[in-house]
C-alpha cells in the first residue's frame, strides 16, 4: 500500500525566528501579505511587530484582527471582505488554533467561491489557495503543520472538518518564545491537546512508518515536559521542547488522522464553548479506556515511550498503564469535568444523543482501533461528564 506524506515545504524553529518572517514571505513571491490574528495578539503588539518585520522586506501590509475562537462560517465574512479590500496575495497567520484555522479557509475561500459548508468532509479540496504562513502562539494544535480546518457552521452549529492539500500552509515559522507568557491553564489543555494528536495519530487505523516516527517523538517530548511547562512557564527548555512536540504532533495526524477524541470533542465545542484543547482533555482517559483492547501492542508502545511503562511490561499491562497516567496527568493539570466546568447535567443529557451522532459523522470515530456504535459513544459522554 502506498501512502502519500505532506509537509509544508518551509518549517522555520527556534527562538527569535518570528523576526525572519519578511524575508520568508519574500521568498514566497508574495507582496501583499495579510496578517490574520486575534483582538489580544493585536494589543499585545505582536501583530505589529510581525507587520514591522514585513514592511521591512518591502511588503505592503495589512492586519485583521477580528478572528474568534472556534471560527465560525460567519466570522469569515469580515476577513474574507479585508483579504479581498487588500487584494492579498498571501496570508500570515499569528496565534493560536483558531486564528490559524480562520487564514486557512480565507486562504481557500480567496480563490474558490461558494460556502464553506460545501467543503466539509468527506469531501477534500486539493486545489488552489492563496499561500499562508503561519506563526503559531500556542504549542498544541499543530495546525501550523496540518491539512485541516476546523470552521463551525453558524447556521447549523456543526463544528466541520475540512481537509485537503490546499489547507496545508507553505511555510511555519515555529518559535517557542512566543509562548512564554501562556498560562497554566492553556499551557495544560494545549499541551495535552498535542498529545491526544500524537497518540490517536499513533493508533489510528491509518497509521505509517512516517506518521509513526513524528508521532512518537512528540509523545516521548510531552511525557517528559509537559508538567514542567505547567509547573513554571518561565522554563525555557520545556517550553521549546512542547512547542517543537506540538509541530510534530500536527505534521503526524496530518499525515495518518486522528479518531474518536477527536470526533467526540467537536460537539463539546459547538455545544457548550468548551475550548478544542480542554474539550479533549476531559475526554482522553475515558475513550483511551474503551480503545485499548483493540490496540494494547500500539498503546503499550505509546506508555512506554511516555515513560510510564517499561520493556518488562506486557502490552496489556502497559495499556493498563497508559490509561493511568492519562487520568493522573488530568488531575496533575487540574482538568476540569464538564460538571465542574459549569455544564448543567440536563442540558449535557439532553444533547448526548445529538452529540454522539454528530461524533459519527465526523468520520473520526471509524479511524479507531476500536469503532463505536452511537450507543457506546452516549455511554461514554454520560462517563465523562462528572
Known sequence: MSVDIHISPVLRIGAGSVDT????????????????????????????????????????????????????????????????????????????????????????????????????????????????????????TGSEATMFTIITDSESGEKMLCAGRAYLPSAAIVDYELTMSMPPRLTADTGIDALTHAIEAYVSKKANAVSDTFALSAISRIGRWLRPAYADGADVRAREELMTAATLAGIAFSNSSVALVHG?????GAHFHIAHGMANAMLFAEVTAFSVTAAEERYATCARTLGVATDDDSDAAAAEALVRELRRLAQDLEVPTPAGRGVDRQEWDALVPVMAEQALASGSPGNNPRVPTAEEIEQLYAAVYA
Open 264 to 268: 467526540m470533542s467537536r460537539p463539546l
Open 21 to 140: 518572517v519578511g524575508a520568508l514571505v519574500a521568498s514566497l513571491g508574495a507582496r501583499r501579505p495579510l496578517v490574520v490574528t486575534d483582538g489580544f495578539l493585536a494589543s499585545s503588539g505582536l501583530a505589529d511587530r510581525v507587520a514591522e518585520r514585513l514592511r521591512g522586506s518591502g511588503a505592503d501590509v495589512e492586519i485583521f484582527a477580528g478572528t474568534i475562537p472556534d471560527p465560525t462560517t460567519e466570522s469569515l465574512v469580515d476577513g474574507l471582505s479585508a483579504v479581498r479590500a487588500h487584494d492579498a496575495d498571501s496570508i500570515v497567520a499569528v496565534g493560536g488554533g483558531s486564528p490559524i484555522d480562520t487564514a486557512k479557509a480565507l486562504a481557500v475561500l480567496a480563490v474558490r467561491e461558494g460556502p464553506m459548508r460545501e467543503l466539509k468532509a468527506p469531501y477534500r479540496y486539493d486545489g488552489e489557495a492563496l499561500p499562508v504562513v503561519a506563526v503559531p502562539t500556542t504549542a498544541g
